[in-house]
Antibody, heavy 123, light 109 residues
Framework: EVQLVESGGGLVQPGTSLRLSCAAS????????IHWVRQTPGKGLEWVSG????????GYADSVRGRFTISRDNAKNSLFLQMNSLRPEDTALYYC????????????????WGQGTMVTVSS | QSALTQPPSASGSPGQSVTISCTGT?????????VSWYQQHPGKAPKLMIY???KRPSGVPDRFSGSKSDNTASLTVSGLQAEDEADYYC?????????FGGGTKLTVL
């Protein structure tokens, strides 16, 4: 079964760090660009970051650039999001999503999504 | 990086057709054919319904169709069914980023 499973979320204080992981299975991970998308409770979706199959193309939303770092380990079929200097407005459900139609840039469309991992930033 | 503009709500009776709009700019929707649409039921992950403006992934009913004119993309759901009631989001490539619309809650009356 083609699957993405996120982990690493939790409750943290403002200004601290957290590292999210996304484990892929059921497909050739290195053939696809993978992205992080977040959803604020009760609100809409926001693209956070994306990385091409070979890590040569990386993009960030303005809201997280300079604080978040995306990376991947194709040998371990894993995607990561290092989140530093967390703010209350970063509170959201974080999904990893596969670009099913392009291994790099431009971003096409997300055909596989995980179930998400919740990040809560609060004092 | 401004979000794409969608109407907050839309509705229709079973069997009717509904169209949801997604307005951007020439730097996103109007500049690329990388517009996609997602359906999200409560408590579930989004599901891809349309990609590259008008293409349907395998398994998506042909009741769902997409189009684009200038800076506005549209999703049309024909022959509305009760299970179509959900939130719908559009996205577009925007050069160095990807933008989402604010979402439209589709109600089947």
């Amino acid at each position: 079964e083609v699957q993405l499973v996120e982990s690493g979320g939790g409750l943290v204080q403002p200004g601290t760090s957290l590292r999210l992981s996304c484990a892929a299975s059921g497909f050739t991970f290195e053939d696809y660009a993978i992205h992080w998308v977040r959803q604020t409770p009760g609100k809409g979706l926001e693209w956070v970051s994306g990385i091409s199959w070979n890590s040569k193309n990386i993009g960030y939303a303005d809201s997280v650039r300079g604080r978040f770092t995306i990376s991947r380990d194709n040998a371990k079929n894993s995607l990561f999001l290092q989140m530093n200097s967390l703010r209350p407005e970063d509170t959201a459900l974080y999904y990893c999503a596969r670009d099913g139609f392009n291994s790099g840039w431009p971003t096409d469309a997300f055909d596989i999504w995980g179930q998400g991992t919740m990040v809560t930033v609060s004092s | 990086q401004s979000a794409l503009t969608q109407p907050p709500s839309a509705s229709g009776s079973p069997g009717q057709s509904v169209t949801i709009s997604c307005t951007g700019t020439s730097s996103d929707v109007g500049g690329y054919n990388y517009v996609s649409w997602y359906q999200q039921h409560p408590g579930k992950a989004p599901k891809l319904m349309i990609y590259e403006v008008s293409k349907r992934p395998s398994g998506v009913p042909d009741r769902f169709s997409g189009s684009k004119s200038d800076n506005t993309a549209s999703l049309t759901v024909s022959g509305l069914q009760a299970e179509d009631e959900a939130d719908y989001y559009c996205t577009s490539y925007a050069g160095s980023s990807t933008l989402f619309g604010g979402g439209t809650k589709l109600t089947v009356l």
